[in-house]
């Protein structure tokens, strides 16, 4: 599995790098070795905890941005050393399209393209607000917060339950005040 989620990465031109740790010990070598832009961790590890793999990590370089595959993403809390460097909660039992999806997004960010507007109505469907609460909150139209939602949609080509699931993850990565 880790030699696929390698071919995976080293796939995207934008990665110059790709090196590969089984283990916990073996991450910290690699990233004193080199350094390390981008980190997809799996929490379960034979000699450690991915979290605290990622404090280490984050700690050696605080602009590292980090990918968190999970068993269980409904039981994942993070901590506070980490919540500005998770840019991605993936479910293992997705496929492999969904780590694709989050390393594009990663590199090529679509939340940046976003009007204002859209960018408050994705954190409101990241709240879990339907479209009539969102029309209530934001004084509009329930048709025009279905054609936001549509476009933001299409902007960050996902369908619409896919849609509520980002926009759910973003807001439990990267929490508003």
Sequence with gaps: MLDLLATIVDAFSEISTVSKATTCGQAITVSK??????????????????????????????????????????????????????HALIDKR???????????????????????????????????????????????ATSTIESHRKAIAQKLKLSGAELIREASLTRQINPRP
Excluded: C, W
């Design 94 to 140: 997705d496929s492999f399209d969904a780590l694709h999806h989050s390393l594009s997004t990663i590199l090529q960010p679509a939340h940046q393209r976003l009007t204002p507007r859209q960018s408050e109505i994705f954190e409101l469907i990241g709240a879990g607000k339907s479209t009539k609460e969102i029309a209530h909150i934001l004084n509009s």
């Design 33 to 86: 070795d080199m350094p390390v832009d981008l980190a997809i961790l799996d929490l379960y590890l034979p000699d450690g905890d991915g979290s605290e793999l990622g404090q280490r990590l984050v700690q050696r370089n605080p602009s590292i941005r980090l990918i968190v595959l999970t068993g269980a993403p409904e039981d994942f809390r993070i901590s506070h050393e980490l919540r500005g460097s998770i």
